[in-house]
């Protein structure tokens, strides 16, 4: 009996494990082979299977493109995404992207997915945000990780909305490091897709040379059109003195700064990297359930890693030494000094504040078709008065009419009644005056 057991246990539990990867099986990546030049290039499986989803690190900045399938045409390419995951709606065994032939952009890597249940690295990015809780304003990519590397995988989890904005593009000088920020950014935990000035990445080592290089009224330009852009809750930059002393993060400091002053839209808090009032240190060493028991400061680490070409500095990241990345300063707030450590103490994140908004709205709505519906019962109760009222007044008219009828009616009975009373005393009084007369006639005959 029980060898019995134990053997329907055993083919049970074996029927399980087939089972199980059937219900939570990953898309299978396949292996692509390409084909075409210039403007057009077509993908297939190279074991000939159906493709289901792609993913796509281009080589240049995107221009909107069309991608073509065995069933339709696609417009891709609209949000300008360096890294891009398109998933098909219907399986095809080809795929053809065709390119601006003033810009072909080239394919940096490709990979192709049996369907879009694709590998946690796969990025899949969302836009820009349209109002963030806070914003990053980097220098360069990496530092917004090596030196507020613990706000993303801090804040995100308790669901704020991050942005990041750097001030320098790599395409002219070291295009490798635009792919290797969204890496940082999507290890570090970020689904929205960064925004970029257009500042060529020139080292500068003071604040002086950074002026002489850099328009201070252009790079306080961009920040301003970011903040009134996205209006954040809170603003964080780089540390006045540059961290290390670097001049064009001073100079980044500098146009946060001024752009704070400047923007029609006023930012309720805003952090300085290393700011020596209203000090505010992060607690980065808290497991985090949705990073896989890691804490931020771990994550933190991991996302400094995808930036490979920097590996050689002397940079890292650390909440212990001088450059920390949990040490920030409250420059400026219009809502209070913290009580919490938190830098979104005083503030409601954006998406309470939208579901307040939204049940605001709801509840509004429905006070609105109350108000109709009292409305509409009140209209239609008049209604139904007003209609009691008619059909009173009209059956009041016609009783009117009838009684003024009976009355007319009387009228011509009494009349013709005294009329009748009349002609009878008249016939009585003609008959007495006859009989009369006739009484006269015999009394005279009989003399």
């Known amino acids: 009996m029980n060898r019995l057991i134990r053997g329907l246990l055993g083919l049970l539990t074996a029927t399980l494990l087939l089972l199980l990867p059937c219900s939570y099986a990953q898309a299978k990546e396949l292996t692509p082979q390409t084909s075409g030049k210039g403007s057009t290039l077509t993908v297939t499986a190279k074991d000939g299977s159906p493709i289901g989803a792609v993913y796509v690190k281009w080589n240049k900045e995107v221009k909107p493109y069309t991608l073509i399938t065995d069933s339709e045409e696609l417009p891709c390419g609209e949000n300008g995404f360096l890294h891009e995951f398109i998933a098909l709606d219907n399986p095809t065994a080809s795929l053809t992207f065709s390119l601006p032939s003033d810009n072909p952009m080239g394919i940096y890597q490709i990979r192709i997915f049996t369907d879009n249940d694709v590998p946690a690295d796969v990025q899949i990015w969302e836009p820009p945000c349209e109002r963030p809780d806070i914003l990053l304003v980097s220098a360069h990519a990496d530092d917004e990780i090596l030196f507020m590397g613990g706000i993303i995988p801090t804040y995100v989890p308790q669901g704020a909305r991050v942005q990041v904005a750097y001030m320098t593009e790599f395409w002219s000088t070291t295009p490798v490091r635009e792919h290797e920020k969204l890496d940082g950014l999507w290890t570090d935990g970020l689904r929205t897709y960064p925004v970029c000035g ?97 804490t931020a400061l771990d994550v933190a680490k991991d996302a400094y890693l995808q930036h490979q070409s920097q590996q050689w500095c002397w940079f890292y990241v650390s909440d212990t030494y001088k450059y920390s990345v949990a040490d920030f300063g409250l420059y400026r707030s219009t809502v209070g000094e913290d009580e919490t450590g938190s830098m979104l103490d005083h503030l409601v994140l954006r998406a309470e504040q939208e579901r307040i908004a939204e049940e605001e709205r709801r509840e509004k709505e429905r006070l609105e078709q109350e108000r109709l519906e009292q409305e509409q019962a009140q209209a239609l109760e008049k209604a139904k008065l007003e209609e009691f009222d008619r059909q009173a007044a009209a059956l009041q008219r016609e009783a009117e009419e009838k009684a003024l009828k009976a009355s007319e009616e009387l009228l011509r009975m009494e009349k013709e009644l005294r009329a009748a009373r009349t002609r009878t005393a008249v016939i009585i009084a003609g008959g007495i005056v006859l009989l009369l007369l006739l009484a006269g006639f015999v009394l005279l005959r009989r003399k």
């Open 198 to 294: 257009n500042f060529k990445d020139v080292y500068v080592e003071t604040l002086a040379d950074a002026e002489k290089k850099y328009d201070l009224d252009e790079l306080t330009s961009f920040v301003k059109d970011c903040l009134e852009r996205f209006e954040p809750q809170v603003v964080v930059t780089h540390d006045f003195n540059g961290e290390y002393g670097h001049g064009f993060h001073q100079i980044t400091a500098k146009a946060v700064a001024n752009a704070l002053e400047e923007s029609s839209y006023q930012v309720p808090k805003a952090y300085f990297h290393l700011y020596p009032e209203n000090k505010l240190h992060m607690d980065l060493r808290v497991p985090i359930d949705s990073m896989g028991g890691k």
